[in-house]
């Protein structure tokens, strides 16, 4: 795919008001070079034959945002000024946006985080406070998996959709895992068709990946009580290491392996 002759199309479309069309009634969008560049997704197929499916754009590295989880003014300037109205609380719920994420920027970033967090540590001043590793994790999961993530009454506030089917997502933060394994709530195994699990290196990077049924992890470890711990050594054998039984849910194989540990990358290149 062209990337640079997408970007033009897109910068195109928007130069043009587009009031007169059924655009307006679009769900999913994508996002230009510039902040307030947008076309519809059915637009850009018609103009791009390579361009099929949103997930055409996540094996090229696109992410997809729910537009009602972040504050995205400029869409919503952007739609009114090309629409000649104002977007509906109502189709706003339902709205996607996909975007190239700045990956050096982000590089940079997880970079300089790393180093503030060795300072933090060294100085005795966080112990394993996990709030941003399971928020960079569960990123991680959406752009290698292409998943939607779509505002819900649940705790967290969204879920993570695969193929319209809930995906539960637990970040493992460390260099090893836990002796009694990666902590998983029953219920919400219960509630979700997979499992996925992101372990994340001390540095911030994939160090490894476990993708599971949920069906499967509540019929072979479900047990007594409300909690069930996956230790590595009941379920390494599903690891993407060691595994392909799950590679082909992968949607965008290179941040996948763009954002891993050089050995997790090294062990996955032959497979993508």
Known sequence: MNL???????????????????????????????????????????????????????????????????????????????????????????????????NKRIFDAIELVNQSYDVLRNEHIILNNKNLPIQLGEWYAKCVFGLDQVKSTSQRGFDFLLHGKRAEIKVEWGDRSPPKGVKLRKSLADLSDYCIIMYVARNFRIREICFLDSDFVLRKFGGKGHTIFLKDSDVDQYFFSRSQKHLDKVANPSALLKYSTPTFAMKLSESF
């Not at 109502?90 to 700045?102: C, F, G, R, S, W």
């Open 4 to 102: 640079e002759s997408l970007n033009k199309t897109i910068e195109d479309f928007s130069k043009e008001t587009h009031g007169s069309t059924d655009y307006f009634k679009e769900l999913i969008f994508v996002r230009g070079q510039q902040p307030d560049q947008f076309a519809p997704l059915k637009f850009l197929c018609k103009k791009h034959e390579s361009l099929g499916t949103k997930e055409s754009l996540f094996k090229v590295g696109y992410v997809c945002d729910a537009f009602d989880l972040y504050d995205q003014p400029a869409f919503e300037k952007w739609y009114e000024h090309q629409f000649s109205q104002k977007l509906k609380r109502t189709q706003a719920k339902e709205v996607t946006i996909l975007y190239m994420p700045d």
